[in-house]
């Protein structure tokens, strides 16, 4: 069984633009969230999707947006890029998102702002 | 505001030794769960304990879980250079998949 896939690995990107990353969770979950990961913060929130509907957001400014799919597959959009945002991005899905059952975590994409 | 910490950040220690890791918080949690990540790989999760004063083993890692559901300790037994990595607690207080991470520690277990 695949595990969560998501892409680019890498990406840099300077001040100003805008990124998009893609997230395909293993096949048959139906939940997709997302986290930010920094040296300073640590792994925080950003938020979660269940049947094409965002369910629960954390504590990011209106840049950061989502969306899923239909097939579950999710994407996460960061507008005006900030030195700030240099991060690991990373996905997580399972089977229904309720509380306490197991995530399974991709790989993650590395953000690099310049 | 962190509602997670854990200590030590970060430990050095040779391999055999023993280690425990603390997670506290002044909050309460349904459940909290424990992660490994290894460099340039995602959380792997370990273990998830739901149940005040519960302990859990697995292999040479035991879990507990404070009985106040606020805390949480890992203690590895014997480690080894496989046990090295970042562990991360993580806990829910009921929302879905909206995880609170730790502040992580940071092992390294030298051979």
């Known amino acids: 069984k695949a595990g969560v896939t998501q892409t680019p690995r890498y990406l840099i990107k300077t001040r100003g633009q805008q990124v998009t990353l893609s997230c395909s969770p293993i096949?048959?979950?139906?939940?997709v969230s997302w986290y930010q990961q920094t040296p300073g913060q640590g792994l925080q929130f950003l938020f979660e999707?269940?049947?094409?509907?965002?369910?629960n957001k954390g504590n990011f400014p209106g840049r950061f947006s989502g969306r899923q799919f239909s097939n579950s597959r999710s994407e996460m959009n960061v507008s005006t890029l900030e030195l700030g945002d240099s991060a690991l991005y990373l996905c997580?899905?399972?089977?229904?998102?309720?509380?306490?059952?197991?995530?399974?975590f991709g790989s993650g994409t590395q953000l690099s702002v310049l | 505001t962190q509602l997670l910490e854990q200590s030590p950040q970060f430990l050095s220690i040779q391999e055999g030794e023993n280690l425990t890791v603390y997670c506290n918080s002044s909050?309460?949690?349904?459940?909290l769960q424990w992660y490994r990540q290894e460099p340039g790989e995602g959380p792997v999760l370990l273990v998830t304990?739901?149940?005040?004063?519960e302990v859990k083993k697995l292999k040479r890692l035991t879990f507990q879980f404070g009985d106040a559901r606020k805390d949480s300790s890992l203690h590895i037994t014997a480690a080894q250079p496989g046990d090295t990595g970042l562990y991360l607690c993580?806990?829910?207080?009921?929302?879905?998949?909206?995880?609170?991470f730790g502040t992580g520690t940071l092992l390294a277990v030298q051979p």
């Open positions: 909050s309460v949690f349904s459940s």
């Open positions: 997580a899905s399972s089977w229904s998102g309720q509380a306490n059952e197991k995530l399974f």
């Open positions: 096949s048959g979950h139906r939940s």
């Open positions: 993580a806990g829910d207080r009921g929302a879905t998949n909206k995880l609170i």
């Open positions: 999707y269940f049947s094409e509907t965002q369910r």
């Open positions: 304990v739901v149940t005040g004063g």
